[in-house]
Structure formats: C-alpha cells, structure tokens
C-alpha cells in the first residue's frame, strides 16, 4: 500500500491570508471567476504544466471548467492533491491558482504549479506568490523536497526525471 500524500494526522490549510492576496480551497463555488480568469490568460497558461501543453483550449466552456474544478475539489477533500484559487484582497476576483500534488519519485515529494492572470503580472504578484508558496510550503506542509517544474527544474530535465519515474 502506497504511503498518503500527506500523513492523516496532518491538518490541511484551507487559507492563506496576504497583504496582496488570499489563498483558498478551490471548489466549484469559484467557477464562474476561474473560468474567466483562466480564458483572458489563456496563452500565457499554455506553458505552466508543460512546454507544449494545451489547456486551456480556446474552446474550453464554463461547464468543461466545472469538470475540471469538480475533480480539484474531489481531489482536495480526499487528500490527493491540493488546489487553491488565488483571489484579490477583497476575494472579489480570482487573480490565479496553486496546485500541490505528489510526486511519485524519489528526489521530490510534492510537485508544484502556480499562475496569475495576465493582468496582474506587471505588478509582481506572479513573484510574491512564488516566494509566499516557498515559505509556506516548508513552514507549514509536510514536504522535503518541493519540486517546482518549469519554474526552479528546466523543463527537459523534469522530463527526464518524469521518464525515468515511469519505467
């Protein structure tokens, strides 16, 4: 039997709280607010699961998004994996999303993606969530070895580390 993600005695955090942004559990209650987050940045998110990678297609629809929030949520209150809607201040707008889910392989435990929307990148929002997540990754989870792909791993290294995990 393969270990949790997390051990059960862990508590999951459900917020976090800064001056420029708020992290929450992702659920479909945020539907409508992802969803156009996601579409008026949509090519700039091509490349944030992978290099090639095409979510979101330019024909995605509210109710594929539903789908894809529905799983997160799923998967979040199963304890597989951890998505989280990054929201204004005043939570009245989603400005992007963290996913924490595990890593199979040896050098990592968790993988890590993260995004904000176009418009709020040339305030620097895209960094601070970085270096906020690197601190709260390692104060409060229960990570070793966080891996942040595309980010801190090149992507042609992380595939040849997600090639060799596989066989």
């Given at each position: 039997?393969?270990?949790?993600?997390?051990?059960?005695?862990?508590?999951i955090?459900?917020?976090l709280?800064?001056?420029?942004?708020?992290?929450?559990?992702?659920?479909?209650?945020?539907v409508?607010?992802?969803?156009?987050?996601?579409?008026?940045?949509?090519?700039?998110?091509?490349?944030?699961?992978?290099?090639?990678?095409?979510?979101?297609?330019?024909?995605?629809?509210?109710?594929?998004n539903?789908?894809?929030?529905?799983?997160?949520?799923?998967?979040?209150?199963?304890?597989?994996?951890?998505?989280?809607?990054v929201?204004?201040?005043?939570?009245?707008?989603?400005?992007?999303?963290?996913y924490i889910?595990?890593?199979?392989?040896k050098?990592?435990?968790?993988?890590?993606?993260?995004?904000?929307r176009?418009?709020?990148k040339?305030?620097?929002?895209?960094?601070?969530?970085?270096?906020?997540?690197?601190?709260?990754?390692?104060?409060?989870?229960?990570?070793?070895?966080?891996?942040f792909?595309?980010?801190?791993?090149?992507?042609?290294i992380?595939?040849?580390l997600?090639?060799?995990?596989?066989?």
């Open positions: 039997m393969k270990p949790p993600f997390v051990p059960t005695n862990f508590t955090p459900l917020r709280v800064n001056p420029d942004f708020i992290l929450r559990k992702l659920t479909i209650e945020d409508e607010q992802d969803y156009e987050a996601v579409m008026s940045s949509k090519e700039s998110l091509r490349h944030i699961f992978a290099p090639q990678d095409d979510w979101p297609a330019d024909e995605m629809t509210l109710q594929d539903l789908q894809d929030l529905q799983r997160h949520q799923d998967d979040f209150d199963q304890r597989k994996g951890f998505t989280y809607t929201v204004s201040p005043e939570e009245d707008a989603c400005i992007g999303c963290v889910y595990p890593w199979k392989g050098q990592y435990d968790a993988q890590v993606y993260f995004w904000v176009d418009a709020v040339p305030r620097g929002l895209e960094e601070k969530l970085g270096q906020v997540l690197h601190h709260w990754l390692a104060d409060v989870w229960p990570f070793r070895a966080p891996a792909p595309g980010r801190q791993i090149p992507w042609d992380w595939e040849q997600r090639q060799a995990q596989e066989d």
